[in-house]
């Protein structure tokens, strides 16, 4: 666990974060390392962060005044480690972690692990409200058709990676939103990295940070992706 870092964006994550850096400490031990990139949050959240901080030498903290966007956080803070190996996963704590300590832990060989809730899941034993499904079939569909990408679930917050596949992959990112997981995930695909899916249990939580207005950038993000190959 030592040689791994997880990032985890945040943005007016006060009612969440705290229980979220619980509930990994308590599943994956203090071994991993943690790092929170706090994005443009004008709530309690970096106080939250700097008090966790006190108790906690495998824990840092990245404060941006302004709001890079999810992927823009995300980006910041996988720039910044240094562990052998890096993950990241959204702060709401829908995932189910000892699968995800499963993953870290029988990692092996592997380029790139990325977390699907669609994995061997049809649509109606996926947890998520009937309009952010539909949303998300159309996403991957056009993924699989403009980008090429053979995955079940593109949008998953929760991937992890050698860093050193990681760092040989161009950093400049067109998408600094919801739509960089795809990005990501194509930019490694380009490298000729093989990206190995694996099914996650997730929990619907309220207050996530998405919604669906957010549904036509990316799909905008996605064309221009598809543009500028």
Wanted: net charge positive; glycine share 6%.
């Amino acid at each position: 666990m030592k040689d791994w870092t997880l990032v985890i964006p945040a943005y007016n994550e006060e009612k969440r974060i705290k229980q979220t850096l619980n509930s990994i400490q308590n599943t994956l031990g203090n071994e991993i390392n943690i790092l929170v990139v706090s994005n443009g949050s004008v709530d309690t959240t970096v106080s939250i962060l700097e008090e966790w901080k006190k108790d906690h030498k495998n824990f840092d903290f990245l404060d941006f005044s302004e709001k890079l966007g999810k992927g823009g956080a995300i980006l910041k803070g996988l720039v910044k480690v240094e562990s052998k190996y890096v993950g990241f996963i959204d702060a709401d704590d829908s995932f189910d972690l000892n699968t995800v300590k499963e993953i870290i832990l029988s990692f092996g060989d592997n380029d790139v692990v990325t977390a699907s809730k669609w994995k061997g899941r049809n649509f109606f034993q996926v947890t998520e409200p009937f309009l952010r499904k539909l949303s998300s079939r159309g996403w991957n569909l056009l993924a699989r058709v403009l980008l090429g990408l053979k995955l079940r679930d593109t949008q998953a917050g929760a991937k992890f990676f050698k860093k050193s596949v990681f760092d040989s992959i161009d950093k400049n990112f067109i998408c600094s939103g919801f739509s960089f997981d795809v990005e990501l995930l194509y930019k490694f695909k380009k490298n000729n990295v093989k990206i190995k899916e694996v099914y996650v249990k997730t929990i619907h939580r309220d207050g996530s940070t998405f919604s669906l207005k957010f549904v036509f950038p990316m799909f905008k993000d996605l064309v221009r992706l598809w543009w500028s190959k």
